[in-house]
Nanobody, 118 residues
Framework: QAQLVESGGALVQPGGSLRLSCVAS????????VGWYRQVPGKQREMVSI???????EIADSVKGRFTISRDNAEKTLYLQMNSLQSEDTAAYYC????????????WGRGTQVTVSS
């Protein structure tokens, strides 16, 4: 059974850093495009950053220069390094995996909360 489990969310002061991790199981991680999304209550979930199976990355303008996505296929783990955190980054962060081959497969984690506050 496929599962994505996020960790690393916490309460952090403005200007601080966090690293989120997402460990995958039950899927061939290396063939999936994976990414991080975030959601604030009452708003739509938004893309933060994605990294394709080929290693190509995309990142939202709002976090460009502050967040970095990476993946370790051997460890089936996705990372998001977040620096210079701002109050606007407060959200639940979700891990996402997408396979678009002969059959489309898509999975979400349950999320990890990041709160940026003094």
């Amino acid at each position: 059974q496929a599962q994505l489990v996020e960790s690393g969310g916490a309460l952090v002061q403005p200007g601080g850093s966090l690293r989120l991790s997402c460990v995958a199981s039950g899927i061939t991680f290396g063939v999936y495009d994976v990414g991080w999304y975030r959601q604030v209550p009452g708003k739509q979930r938004e893309m933060v950053s994605i990294i394709t199976r080929a290693g190509r990355t995309e990142i939202a303008d709002s976090v460009k220069g502050r967040f970095t996505i990476s993946r370790d296929n051997a460890e089936k783990t996705l990372y998001l390094q977040m620096n210079s955190l701002q109050s606007e980054d407060t959200a639940a962060y979700y891990c996402h995996a997408l396979f678009q081959g002969s059959a489309r497969r898509e999975f979400w984690g349950r999320g990890t909360q990041v709160t940026v506050s003094s």
